[in-house]
């Protein structure tokens, strides 16, 4: 605590120039403290030895970047044999760990595992497609659900990562009739997507992340000892002193905090609550007073609110998806496709997208799947029994 108290002065010290609004810290303070749904980092055991043992995924993962393309073009020569020689299979969980326990996170110490969560999955499907051509189902699939692992039961930290689910899921129902997995390989997809779920509650703390550390890079010249604390405790004293590094100046003021409030009000009140839709309805109006005041941070907030709407689109995919490998698993157990009646029961309580609220409708006729929600209408044709 000494050495955190230390740096928070010496920040403190720092914001000269512009004189701090009280007004503004105890409001945002008010909005940090109060603890949402679904926000709760998880404990890592032994975590700095699987940071060890896992950062080469990482340095991987940054060698995919700028350099991703359609799953079915290879990456280059040197990467791809690198890919295939890495032990990638089994470490799924290990990476998860470490991201989920986000409150020990040291990005000065370490590399950073979230950012590039959506790559690393990236590199799972990648080398899941060379195993498969090459007849290796089980591994290949296996690599497949790993990539999957990493989002399993999201805690709200890192929902512009955790939205990289759909790179992973598009890629499942092509291979699934050219690459049949056996029972057991497709009980345990069945498993794993299921698991990536994302609770609207999670999704709404997540949304909050965001838009707090949104107003600490905006505002931060306001804010004393007691918020840079806060901050520290609730996200990491890592996590908190990159927001307070960031290249941001953090001195914007009255004008455009009332607009930031209102805009986290609209979207944040209540979320959990009501369709996210009509969240981001509510929010129009101070977004676009934000837009006038300061661009570029009005950029950054629709960028933020923009995730309410590829949420929505994820789910459509991952329930999709759900639905098409339940309908198979279905069939191995029964030696037919499932009725209409048998996959819904499969499902228990019936999904629902909370974009718009609407719950999901399954059917199921001469080995042609639909899944629709509202104007969301989706046909799958199941692949042909083996």
């Known amino acids: 605590m000494m050495r955190g108290g230390l740096i928070v002065a ?23 403290r109060a603890a949402p749904s679904g926000w709760a980092p998880v404990p890592c055991r032994d975590r700095a030895a699987k940071i060890e043992a896992r950062s080469e995924m990482v340095w991987l993962a940054h060698d995919l970047r700028a350099r991703i393309r359609e799953f079915e073009t290879p990456p280059p020569t040197q990467l791809h044999e690198r890919m295939m020689a890495y032990p990638l299979l089994h470490h799924a969980d290990d990476y998860r760990c470490v991201i989920q326990d986000f409150v020990r996170a040291d990005p000065q110490r370490e590399p950073d595992f979230l950012e590039v969560l959506g790559l690393v999955a990236n590199l799972y499907v990648l080398k899941a497609r060379v195993l498969l051509e090459r007849g290796e ?184 998806v759900l639905a098409t490998v339940r309908a198979l698993e279905l069939r191995a157990t029964l030696g037919r496709d499932p009725s209409t009646a048998e996959l819904a029961l499969r499902f228990g309580e019936r999904p629902r997208n909370p974009w718009d609220g609407r719950f999901y409708t399954f059917a199921v006729s001469e080995g042609v799947l639909v899944v629709s929600r509202g104007p969301y209408r989706e046909s799958i044709v199941l692949p042909p029994a083996s």
């Open 10 to 32: 010496a920040l403190v010290a720092c914001a000269c120039g512009t004189r701090p609004d009280p007004q503004i810290a105890d409001e945002f303070y008010e909005r940090l």
């Open 137 to 320: 189902t089980s591994e290949g699939w296996a690599h497949v659900i790993d990539a999957l692992t990493l989002y399993r039961e999201p805690v709200g930290f890192g929902f512009a990562e955790y939205l990289t689910l759909v790179d992973v899921l598009r890629m499942i129902s092509p291979w699934l009739e050219r690459h049949p997995p056996d029972s057991a390989t497709l009980t345990r997809l069945v498993e794993a997507v299921d698991a990536t779920e994302m609770t609207q509650p999670v999704i709404c703390a997540a949304l909050r992340h965001d838009l707090l550390a949104l107003a600490v890079s905006g505002f931060r010249v306001h804010f004393e000892l007691r918020e840079r604390e806060a901050v520290a405790q609730r996200y990491g004293l890592g996590n908190a002193m990159r927001a307070w590094r960031s290249p941001w100046p953090g001195k914007l003021g009255r004008a455009e905090w009332q607009a930031v409030r209102e805009t986290h009000d609209a979207l944040v009140d209540d979320c959990a609550r009501r369709p996210l839709g009509k969240s981001l309805q509510r929010a129009a109006e101070p977004m676009f007073s934000l837009d006038g005041l300061h661009p570029p941070t009005g950029v950054r907030m629709r960028l933020v609110a923009d995730r309410l709407n590829r949420v929505g689109r994820l789910i459509d995919l991952r329930t999709s």
